[in-house]
């Protein structure tokens, strides 16, 4: 048996489908058959990343297999659902959710321990999927996404505007990777280096948790970023190139008085300097997280220095579940100004703009946080009573 919010739900859903590096085309596929098992979920939203942007170029191949619906930050309201998914997900429909990208099997050993990202049996993740896998609708740049029985979601209040709401996912790198795996904490002093949307996050994530000095840098583009960290809590924004670059050791050990910073995050993608200062940034054991992205390029790296200062290294992989979890907490307490993060929102015809305009690409360079809504412009019936909900058996 399966709910449905409303009764007259299309036959067929409009997808953007990449086909190639920066090659994209809208398609229509098939509103999929929802069983006990599995739910269809309208998509509000989904948020662009980095990652989107080397996607989309081509240079992350090794992420999905083209033709595929990318899109791995989506966010939506449950439009239909089967009995035993709700109480699996603890759920109904109307209810507003953000999914994972991972869609693991919940079975191997690694997801029996918690382990869940390292499953080894995981398949058809958002955002990757072939569309000749069927359903086809895996991906957040489509109208609606099908909800497959392992999927992972968090439910999300939805009162929040919908683009603050779409922040999930970077506001959840910013607390796993500066706080969780960097474990930023009481009187800490804290490096970003990278001033995106996720650098930004992890200035937030850390004041949250109580860092005494948290220090982002950026290029000369990214003033207008490093005007908004300081709006979210940075105490010291450092510009890294151009006419009044500094050098970001020589400004932490200014700041500091010497001490250097106990933890380090690099965000910057393709760029292999910042790894070493990263490396340079903190104290004697130190911790430092390197969580950009650099195409698959070797990267040089000093053993002697990590040995020397006895620094621990992390790699951060993805968002996980505990992040996420804090992450909408801290969305929902309405603590930090996150409509200055927001600045573009897209419709579904515009895929490509969009991410283009993230990557810098368009003559507007003010993007921080930008999203695609595949309802944008689309008059939408309001959800329903619960008692007028239809059931199909």
Not at 139 to 163: T, W
């Amino acid at each position: 048996m399966t709910q449905r919010l409303h009764e007259d739900l299309p036959d067929t859903v409009r997808a953007v489908v990449q086909t190639g590096p920066s090659a994209l085309e809208i398609r229509e596929f098939p509103r999929p058959v929802i069983g006990p098992d599995d739910g269809l979920m309208r998509v509000e939203a989904n948020g662009i990343c980095g990652s989107d942007v080397e996607i989309f170029r081509g240079h992350l191949q090794g992420r999905s297999r083209a033709p595929f619906i990318p899109g791995h930050e989506p966010l939506g309201i449950i439009e239909e659902l089967g009995e035993r998914a709700a109480e699996r997900w603890g759920v109904q429909v109307g209810d507003r959710v953000a999914l994972e990208v991972i869609v693991p099997c919940r079975s191997c050993a690694d997801c029996l321990v918690g382990r869940y990202q390292a499953c080894r049996n995981k398949q058809n993740g958002h955002g990757v999927t072939p569309v000749d896998v069927e359903p086809s609708l895996y991906g957040g740049f489509a109208e609606y996404l099908y909800l497959a029985p392992n999927a992972v979601m968090h439910k999300i209040d939805a009162s929040l505007p919908i683009d603050i709401a779409a922040m999930y996912n970077p506001l959840g790198a910013g607390v796993r990777w500066a706080v969780d795996l960097g474990e930023v904490g009481l009187g800490d002093t804290l490096v970003v280096l990278g001033a995106g949307q996720r650098g930004l996050a992890a200035v937030m994530a850390a004041k949250a948790a109580g860092a005494r000095t948290v220090i982002i840098t950026g290029l000369e583009s990214d003033r207008h970023k490093l005007v908004v960290a300081e709006e979210l809590g940075a105490d010291h924004t450092v510009v890294v190139d151009g006419p009044d670059g500094r050098d970001i050791v020589e400004a932490v050990t200014e700041i500091t008085g010497g001490r250097m910073a106990d933890v380090s995050l690099d965000l910057t993608p393709m760029a292999a300097g910042p790894v070493t200062d990263a490396l340079k940034v903190v104290r004697h054991g130190g911790r430092v997280v390197l969580a950009g992205l650099k195409g698959g390029r070797e990267i040089p790296l000093s053993t002697d220095l990590l040995i020397n200062r006895g620094l621990t290294v992390r790699g951060a992989y993805g968002v996980d579940s505990a992040a996420n979890e804090k992450a909408i907490a801290l969305l929902e307490s309405g603590r930090f100004p996150l409509e200055r993060l927001h600045t573009h929102t897209f419709g579904l015809d515009q895929v490509a703009e969009a991410i283009e305009t993230l990557a810098g690409d368009r003559e507007d360079k003010s993007a921080i946080h930008v999203t695609v809504q595949p309802h944008l412009g689309r008059t939408l019936e309001p959800e329903v009573a619960p008692h007028l909900l239809t059931t199909s058996h």
